[in-house]
């Protein structure tokens, strides 16, 4: 059973809450806060030099492998993101094409599926490899190589460049992936989508809040309040997604165990901006007014329904103050953990369907 929660009084309620509870700092408005974290991941913008790999029919279905360069490595060599494509064989005209986003510890090849239903509707849909995933993780399985370079971005001097692995560096690549789709021929500029499970919706709603050339957006349990969780004591099951890398934070800061001032010192060194200006509900305005479907589970400890709620009710706020609130829609999920369900599933299509006429 679904259900979406809302009345005149939670509304306000919500909404008094997160002006209380992300006051710690000005509000910036929604331009600043787009400059501020433009300029906070900003890097020279390198030729794409994109490459295809391979490319195979079968059936309605075409499939490519592509890479292309979207940043410098620590060494000087090119950082090349690795993409898989499944489209339709026969294109006549431009198609819409949707950006499929995968979570901790797995890869582009696990959204396969995802990606054959978009080309079964006459899309293109592109999944690429996170940073430290994949085929970008050195040979390690899972979320291994994940774990050491958050644990390296740790431990980097203060005194150099701060590498940030954790969510945001990913947001730069997905960036250069829609400057890939542009390039291509077969992809209509204007009907581009992004859709992201788990630690992909997190960086759904981080990554297209700025880039205004995402049309439509629908992050898959991923939509939260970093600083509410770590307010109030939830943030163990976050913590866990990546810990080994807390564990090494906790140890270098002295402490037996992961607890709430680890997260803090480690969330604030490598996602700086993520208890303040680049949380979840701050970023989510600057959604506002392109689509948007939300699906939260109200029991995923992930990302607690309370701190999820007043992300929702600040996108609310901005898709209404922007005379578009039919552009939003947002599921709570009665009783579901963090998980993907059917349901979830089979609303993304729908919305897609709707939004990429």
Known sequence: ?????????????LMMQALLGFSQS????VDETRKAFK??????KLPLDPRQVSKTNSGSFSYETVDFTSDKKQDG?????????????????????????HGTGSNKESQKSWLEEFARRGWIGIAIDARHHGARANGKKGSEAYNEAITQAWRSPKDKPQPMPFYFETCWDLWCTVDYLLQRDDVDPNRIAMVGISMG??????????DERVAVMVPLIGVQSFKWTLDNGKWQA?????RKAHEAAAMDLGEKEINARVCRELWNKIIPGILDDFDCPKMLRLCAPRPMLILNGEKDPNCPIEGARIAFASATDAYKKA????ALKIVEAEGVPHTVTPEFKAQTLAWLERWLK
Not at 26 to 29: A, N
């Open 77 to 101: 060599s090119p950082e090349r993101v690795p993409a898989y494509i499944v489209s339709p064989s026969e294109k006549k005209s431009k198609l819409p094409a949707v950006i499929m986003l």
């Open 26 to 29: 000005p509000e910036k408005s």
């Open 201 to 210: 919706g997190i960086q759904t709603w981080l990554a297209a809040s700025i």
């Open 39 to 44: 300029k906070l991941l900003d890097r020279p």
């Open 238 to 242: 976050r913590a866990n997604t990546i």
């Open 1 to 13: 059973m679904q259900k979406i929660r809302w009345s005149a009084t939670v509304f306000v309620f």
């Open 323 to 326: 005379n578009k609130s039919e």
